[in-house]
C-alpha cells in the first residue's frame, strides 16, 4: 500500500523555524516526484513546489520561493520542507503528495500525505 | 502561471440530482506530443486530504464511483456528479499539471439542497 506519513502539528512563534518531514512507502520513492501544498484555513490549495529524489532537483513557485527550502533523503524515502522565519500567515495545512516523473515525462500527483497543521501564534 | 478558474464558487443540488462544475485554464494544458490534457479533478472533505478523483480530464481513478466523470480539452473542462449522493458532499478542486508551477482552481463547494 502506497502511503505518504508526514509528521505532527507544530505549534511556533513568529519568527522561529520549522520543517516538516514526509516519508514515502509502498513504492519507489526514487521514482515520484514529491510535491507540498499549502491549504491556509478556510482556503484553497497553493502548489509550493516539488523535489525529484533522485538528484534533489527542485522547482519552487515564484510564490513561495525565498521563504521556503524544499529536500529530500532518498536514502531514507523522505522529503522535507522548511520554513523560515515564520509568520502569522504561515498558519496552514501543508500536504505532501507524490507524482510519477521522469526525464520522458509525468503524470498526475495521486497519494497525498495527511497533512501537516503548523500554527504560528505568539 | 497558469490561473484555473473553477464555477460556480458553490452548488446545491438534491440527492440523485446532476452536480456540474466547470473549470476554465487560462492557457491550453493540452499536450499534442502524447494528445492528453493534462487536468485533474480531487475531491476534498474536511479534515481530509484531497483524494484523486480524475486524472487526465477524463480517467476516472481506480475505486472512484462511476458516477463521477470528467470531460473537456484545451481550456474547457467539467466534472459531472450524475446522482449525487450524500457522501458527494465536498469541495472540488481542478489541477493543471501541464506547466510550472503548478495550480488550482479555488474550488467548488457541492451541498445537498
Known amino acids: 500500500e502506497v502511503q505518504l506519513v508526514q509528521s505532527g502539528a507544530e505549534v511556533k512563534k513568529p519568527g522561529e523555524s520549522l520543517t516538516i518531514s514526509c516519508q514515502g512507502s509502498?513504492?519507489?520513492?526514487?521514482?515520484?516526484?514529491i510535491l507540498w501544498v499549502r491549504q491556509m484555513p478556510g482556503k484553497g490549495l497553493e502548489w509550493m513546489g516539488r523535489i525529484d529524489p533522485i538528484d534533489s532537483y527542485i522547482n519552487y513557485s515564484p510564490s513561495f520561493q525565498g521563504h521556503v527550502t524544499i529536500s529530500a533523503d532518498k536514502s531514507i524515502s523522505t522529503a522535507y520542507l522548511h520554513l523560515s522565519r515564520l509568520k502569522a500567515s504561515d498558519t496552514a495545512i501543508y500536504y505532501c503528495?507524490?507524482?510519477?516523473?521522469?526525464?520522458?515525462?509525468?503524470?498526475?500527483?495521486?497519494?497525498w500525505g495527511q497533512g501537516t497543521l503548523v500554527t504560528v501564534s505568539t | 502561471d497558469i490561473v484555473m478558474t473553477q464555477s460556480p464558487d458553490s452548488l446545491a443540488v438534491s440527492l440523485g440530482g446532476r452536480a456540474t462544475v466547470d473549470c476554465r485554464s487560462s492557457?491550453?494544458?493540452?499536450?499534442?506530443?502524447?494528445?492528453?490534457?493534462?487536468l485533474a479533478w480531487y475531491q476534498q472533505k474536511p479534515r481530509q486530504p484531497p483524494r484523486l478523483l480524475i486524472s487526465?480530464?477524463?480517467t476516472r481513478e481506480s475505486g472512484v464511483p462511476d458516477r463521477f466523470s470528467g470531460s473537456g480539452s484545451g481550456t474547457d473542462f467539467t466534472l459531472t456528479i450524475s446522482s449525487l449522493q450524500a457522501e458527494d458532499v465536498a469541495v472540488y478542486y481542478c489541477h493543471q499539471y501541464h506547466s510550472l508551477p503548478q495550480t488550482f482552481g479555488q474550488g467548488t463547494k457541492v451541498e445537498i439542497k
Open positions: 509502498g513504492y519507489r520513492f526514487n521514482n515520484y516526484w
Open positions: 492557457q491550453t494544458v493540452f499536450n499534442s506530443s502524447n494528445n492528453k490534457n493534462y
Open positions: 503528495a507524490r507524482q510519477w516523473g521522469d526525464s520522458e515525462g509525468w503524470g498526475v500527483p495521486d497519494n
Open positions: 487526465w480530464a477524463s
